[in-house]
């Protein structure tokens, strides 16, 4: 029996377990609520052989999304756990600033429940956070998610693979070209990690996916250290369509 085992039902006497986005009291700490639960969008099929975006109407086998023929992505794969609304904004706002940090295992269980290719032969890397951002927060929402991925997975996690070589701005209402320009060497791989990553096949891990542009970057980046394959894996993923295009 692990400490925490031991000390569960003496949490729970003090803290009775509570849905964290509404309240409702819940059976374990651990979870939401079941309305809650169901308020999430858990992505399915039929979806994009590239990216797994959902397609609206089923389609043939095989088929590649509008956007990923337009401009087919360097990554191998988008692992996400659901897709961007109300609920999973909610939950992600109280994971980054709301220092619920104790959401990070269940959200990091559903994003795994999409990895189950995962074993101790991947890299598990998160999106890096600027050092300033970092030293505001306390943490980094991509790296808790990644370690507990990591875990479940039985996979390795490295989380100083990457790093922000420069401060980034707010990429949101940029345009395209414009948040490609702004990210331009702003992500570097770390020199001790090197040698780890050629070859590596890796899971990069964030909380929410936009526009991609930072993904995208961190991706040319493993990619460019000699990674054999990279997986983009989140919590919440935006589509482009429900983002306002600038
Ligand atoms: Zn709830
Ligand atoms: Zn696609």
């Not at 101790?120 to 050092?131: D, F, G, K, Q, S």
């Not at 320009?181 to 990553?197: E, P, Q, T």
């Amino acid at each position: 029996m692990t400490l925490a085992e031991t000390l569960a039902p003496v949490v729970d006497l003090i803290f009775p377990p509570r849905c964290p986005l509404c309240g409702e009291g819940l059976s374990a700490q651990d979870g939401l609520c079941s309305s809650c639960w169901n308020e999430l969008a858990i992505p399915g099929e039929p979806a994009c052989t590239m990216c797994s975006r959902p397609f609206a109407e089923s389609v043939a086998h095989g088929a590649i999304c509008a956007p990923c023929m337009a401009d087919p992505p360097r990554h191998d794969g988008i692992a996400a756990a659901t897709l961007y609304n109300d609920t999973s904004r909610r939950l992600v706002l109280a994971l980054k600033h709301g220092k619920r940090i104790a959401l990070a295992p269940m959200m990091a269980r559903l994003i795994a429940s999409k990895l189950a290719f995962v074993d101790e032969n991947w890299l598990i890397v998160p999106v890096p956070l600027h050092r300033w951002r970092l030293w505001r927060r306390g943490y980094n929402q991509a790296a808790l998610l990644a370690r507990e991925i990591a875990r479940l997975r039985g996979a390795e996690l490295t989380v100083d693979a990457l790093r922000r070589s420069k401060a980034t701005p707010v990429l949101g209402g940029l345009g395209r070209k414009a948040r490609a320009r702004a990210l331009k060497g702003a992500i570097a791989v770390d020199r001790k990690r090197r040698s780890k990553l050629r070859g590596a096949k890796v899971v990069l891990v964030d909380d929410v996916l936009t526009s991609g542009a930072t993904s995208s970057a961190c991706v040319s980046t493993l990619k460019r250290a000699g990674a054999q394959k990279v997986v983009v894996a989140c919590f919440a993923r935006v589509l482009d369509e429900m983002l306002t295009q600038a």
